[in-house]
């Protein structure tokens, strides 16, 4: 009898015990951590690291708020001038997909697409800029509400102007050039 007492006491202590149990990983502790560390690896440069991170948290985390998340700062350190892996081409795409994959309640809806929408004029500045000489370019269309303020000191601007006015000074003694060349050559058929 004292041996069922004992293992009816056992039994009633083994029950009250507590039981671990074992629960998801706690997913904004997760995400805090794996923004914090990305954010940490982009101010030393490494997005590599950084994009590595949130594709592990997307792959732990599949379906969360916070994955969905995790892919618009994928796309917004992609258009990061500093960051020599990206570009904006890839940082326009990746911030169009982000826009189509949340609905209203994306908590970086709007961020992305004011940041897609200034990609895109930094886009068409610089093809208009790489543009050969000579050559007239029309910017890629951009959407109406955007506006690129450009702000130079006065001695910039002159230094731009001066710059702007002798390359017309050349390109005119080049026309004028070639059109002495052209009118030698009328005046005088047979050569």
Known sequence: MRTFAILLSAIVLGACAQIPVVVAPNVQNDWDRTLGNARRDVASGNYFAADRLFDEYIRVHPHTREAREAAFWKAAYLVDPANNRGSLTAGIAALDGYV??????????????????????????????????????????????????????????IASLKDQLAKCKDDLAKATAELDRIKKRLANPSN
Do not use: C, I, N
Not at 110 to 132: C, E, F, H, I, K
Not at 134 to 146: I, L, M, N, R, S
């Open 100 to 157: 189509a994959s949340t609905d209203s309640t994306g908590f970086y809806r709007d961020q992305a697409m004011v940041l897609r929408r200034t990609a895109a004029a930094a886009q068409g500045l610089g093809a208009m800029a790489s543009a050969p000489s000579g050559v007239t370019t029309t910017a890629p269309e951009v959407v109406k509400d955007t506006l690129v303020v450009v702000t130079k000191s006065r001695d910039e601007e």
